[in-house]
Each structure stands twice: as C-alpha cells, then as structure tokens.
C-alpha cells in the first residue's frame, strides 16, 4: 500500500512563500503522475500543479508563474514551491499520486493572511 505524507504547511503572511513536501512510500519512477490540489472551505477540490513522470509539468491558471512543482527522486518527495502567497491561495493542499491506483494524502493547511 502506498502512502503519502505531505509536509510544510502553515501560516504566513501575503507575499510570502512556502514549500510543500510530498514524500512517497514507494520510488516516484512507480507514479505515471504526481499532483497538488487544493480545496478551500466550501469550495471542491481543484487542481493546482501535476507533473508526470516524462517531466510534462501543468499548472492552474491561479497560480502560474508563483507556483512550481519539482520532485527529488533520491528523496521519494515532490515539492511545491509557493511564492507571492496570497489570501485565495488558503486550503488545505493534498498530494495525489497516480500508479495504476490513485492515491491521496491527508492534506497539508496553508493559511495567508492579508
């Protein structure tokens, strides 16, 4: 079974940035597609970042060009790098990894406050 455990979350202020870890159970050589999504409160989930395992990266039209996902394979962890945070940019951000199985992890909170 194949778990995810994300890291990194917190409180900041806007502007400021936050890494998000992702570590992997399992080498990410296994994971055809990794990816960070978001939901706020009262809002579905929503994709932010996804990369695959080709180096093909995408991101929402939210967060391009403040947001980059990156991976170290040694570490079995994908990262999101977030910058000029801003207030919509608060929720709780999940970890999917996609195998032949989906996987989620628990959620990460970031808050920014204005």
């Known amino acids: 079974q194949v778990q995810l455990v994300e890291s990194g979350g917190g409180l900041v202020q806007a502007g400021g940035s936050l890494r998000l870890s992702c570590k992997a159970s399992a080498p990410l050589f296994n994971f055809k597609n990794m990816a960070w999504y978001r939901q706020a409160p009262g809002k579905q989930r929503e994709l932010v970042a996804s990369s695959t395992n080709g180096g093909s990266t995408n991101y929402a039209d939210a967060v391009r060009g403040r947001f980059t996902i990156s991976s170290d394979a040694a570490k079995n962890t994908v990262y999101l790098q977030m910058n000029d945070l801003k207030p919509d940019d608060t929720a709780v951000y999940y970890c999917?990894?996609?195998?032949?199985?989906?996987?989620w992890g628990q959620g990460t909170q970031v808050t920014v406050s204005s």
């Open positions: 999917r990894g996609i195998t032949g199985y989906i996987y």
